[in-house]
């Protein structure tokens, strides 16, 4: 590999012996900008190319060469989920999955999102006024399992239980109903009437209830020969990873910054105010597009704290980058931490939190591949709308209910690598009411 610069690393990976995950992932950044990208790195007899440069990130995550994820994502045991599957069980996946995540089956899901959300701001009202700081994550991260658990919810006896009561607590409405069901016609003439433009179309019965992703499986068992038992299980598993861990650690760097940065914590809430019209009770679906500092807050924070800091690919054929040509068979790990902190990209202060980094006129003309938080190519994460809209329906329950604050400061954070980026000074915040 020519035009590459070099890091041996012999035997057991010494450099890493010893180490705290603090240390370890302080390492990992020592050697990459120790060494110009790409970087040959070897463990043992293994050679692992390094790349952070954006050009080369979007050669490899656009490469049909490098669709195979790396050996270590054998780790998470989900051989068959979209997350770690093999390119050509992956491609089949992708291809049904995707209309699973369309928009109007996330709208669908936006009143569970205020439900669980509700549940998340009366769980932490054990804190209020309390001088002693406690760990907001361990809150938000019990409300996303709740919130992904939802697409679950459906395989379990409780539901069919569930089920059994309503039908015998609704038996005496449903006979009214039916007794009634001429003028109920007419009252639901007369709505449409009132409510409906010429040519407005009115949203299906298909889509007024959430589609829960366990139903879409098993949906797409019986209409394909694609999922069988394991691979069902593997995606179930991988949406439980994907869609909880992702959002629960994201959401609380969210809370987190917004405690260190009150001016922008309050910038924030008065857009929030401003979208929703004074009132909080329940988010729409409408609302969340309207939200654009929020978005630009939430942003920022995964550009500073990105949940995969490093991605790995596995080339299947020699691939060509901006200065080599990474053999077949070598592992290329991506940057995305150093990349989303470049001053080349972000300017002097790129280790700075500032959501002005994210206004269209800066955006626009930055290169596309310097902020990856949920990868990108065809192999890009395919939950990033869903985490995107359940974290700013949680943000605007937990704003609308309390002002935090915190001790820590960006100084004083410290970093950790345990396959996600955690702040090892974790999330330590105070609430009062608003």
């Known amino acids: 590999m020519e035009g590459s610069s070099h890091c041996d690393l012999y035997g057991p990976a010494h450099l890493f012996l010893g180490k705290s995950t603090e240390e370890q992932f302080r390492c990992i950044l020592d050697i990459s900008k120790?060494?110009?990208?790409?970087?040959?790195?070897?463990?043992?007899?293994?050679?692992?190319?390094?790349?952070?440069?954006?050009?080369?990130?979007?050669?490899?995550?656009?490469?049909?060469?490098?669709?195979?994820?790396?050996?270590?994502?054998?780790?998470?045991?989900?051989?068959?989920?979209?997350?770690?599957?093999?390119?050509?069980?992956?491609?089949?996946?992708?291809?049904h999955l995707s209309p699973c995540f369309n928009a109007k089956i996330l709208a669908s899901f936006v009143s569970i999102f205020n439900a669980k959300s509700v549940v998340l701001v009366d769980q932490l009202a054990a804190h209020v006024d309390d001088k002693k700081l406690f760990n907001v994550y361990e809150y938000i991260a019990k409300c996303t399992l709740d919130m992904v658990c939802e697409w679950i919810y459906r395989l379990t006896s409780y539901y069919k239980v569930q089920q059994q009561c309503y039908a015998t607590a609704?038996?005496?409405?449903?006979?009214?109903?039916?007794?009634?069901?001429d003028e109920l016609a007419a009252i639901r003439n007369r709505a449409t009437l009132q409510s409906s433009k010429p040519d407005e179309k009115l949203p299906t019965d298909e889509y007024c209830k959430p589609q829960i992703y366990i139903d879409q499986l098993f949906?797409?068992?019986?209409?394909?020969?694609?999922?069988?038992?394991?691979?069902?299980?593997?995606?179930?598993?991988?949406?439980?990873?994907?869609?909880?861990?992702?959002?629960?650690?994201?959401l609380s760097h969210v809370v987190l910054m917004l405690a260190i940065h009150?001016?922008?914590?309050?910038?924030?809430?008065?857009?929030?105010?401003?979208?929703?019209?004074?009132?909080?009770?329940?988010?729409?679906?409408?609302?969340l597009s309207r939200l654009t500092y929020m978005e630009m807050v939430l942003k920022e924070t995964m550009r500073l704290f990105p949940v995969g800091p490093i991605i790995a690919r596995q080339c299947t054929e020699d691939t060509k980058i901006s200065k080599t040509t990474?053999?077949?068979?070598?592992?290329?790990?991506?940057?995305?931490?150093?990349?989303?902190?470049?001053?080349m990209h972000w300017g002097p202060a790129a280790n700075s939190f500032d959501p002005d980094n994210f206004l269209p006129e800066r955006h626009a003309h930055r290169h596309p591949y310097c902020?990856?938080?949920?990868?990108?190519?065809?192999?890009?994460?395919?939950g990033y709308k869903y985490g995107l809209m359940s974290m700013k329906v949680m943000l605007c329950h937990l704003l609308a209910a309390y002002r935090f604050s915190t001790d820590l400061t960006m100084d004083q954070l410290t970093l950790k690598l345990d396959i996600t980026l955690k702040i090892a000074n974790k999330h330590m915040v105070r609430i009062v009411r608003r």
């Open 219 to 250: 949906r797409l068992a019986k209409e394909t020969d694609v999922f069988d038992e394991q691979a069902i299980r593997d995606e179930i598993d991988t949406i439980i990873l994907g869609g909880n861990e992702t959002s629960a650690l994201t």
């Open 170 to 181: 609704y038996k005496m409405s449903r006979r009214v109903l039916a007794l009634k069901s």
């Open 371 to 382: 902020f990856l938080p949920f990868s990108a190519g065809p192999r890009n994460c395919i």
């Open 326 to 343: 990474v053999p077949s068979g070598v592992t290329v790990v991506l940057g995305i931490f150093n990349v989303q902190r470049s001053e």
């Open 34 to 95: 120790s060494y110009q990208s790409p970087c040959r790195i070897w463990l043992g007899p293994k050679l692992f190319v390094f790349i952070d440069n954006a050009d080369d990130l979007q050669t490899v995550l656009n490469s049909s060469s490098c669709l195979e994820k790396a050996d270590v994502y054998r780790f998470f045991q989900c051989e068959t989920g979209l997350f770690s599957a093999p390119a050509n069980i992956w491609r089949v996946h992708r291809k």
């Open 262 to 287: 009150q001016d922008v914590q309050q910038r924030v809430y008065e857009e929030m105010v401003a979208t929703l019209d004074g009132s909080i009770g329940e988010v729409e679906n409408e609302h």
